[in-house]
């Protein structure tokens, strides 16, 4: 069961990258993840709102925590290599290909 804390937090992230708030949102996921670092939603929501502020390693590296904590959930392997590909947009380094395939392949 999910601490009610932690629900608010979330909700009050959403509502700020909502608002384009993104380095907002950031600091009420990471308070989130003080409460219980393994709060998968709160990784995935990392790797989305990093992508806005071009912390494509942030955003990856909690993608690919949200996958370790939760391994036979094919979406965050999907959301993963989304992540990795978004990561190619903004870098063009070929290693977020080929990590984007081996996510997908994991689905």
Not at 5 to 23: F, M, P
Not at 43 to 68: I, M, N, Q, W
Not at 91 to 103: G, L, S, V
């Amino acid at each position: 069961m999910t601490d009610n804390r932690i629900l608010d937090l979330e909700n009050e992230a959403e509502k700020l990258r909502g608002e384009g708030k993104h380095a907002e949102a950031i600091e009420k996921i990471k308070e989130a993840l003080a409460i219980d670092e393994s709060f998968t939603r709160g990784h995935l929501a990392l790797a989305v709102l990093y992508h806005y502020t071009g912390d494509y390693e942030a955003s990856c590296k909690h993608g690919e925590r949200a996958c370790e904590l939760e391994p036979n959930d094919p979406f965050n392997f999907v959301a993963l290599s989304v992540t990795y590909q978004r990561a190619f947009e903004g870098t063009r380094d070929p290693i977020y290909i080929q990590k984007a395939e081996m996510a997908k392949a994991r689905n």
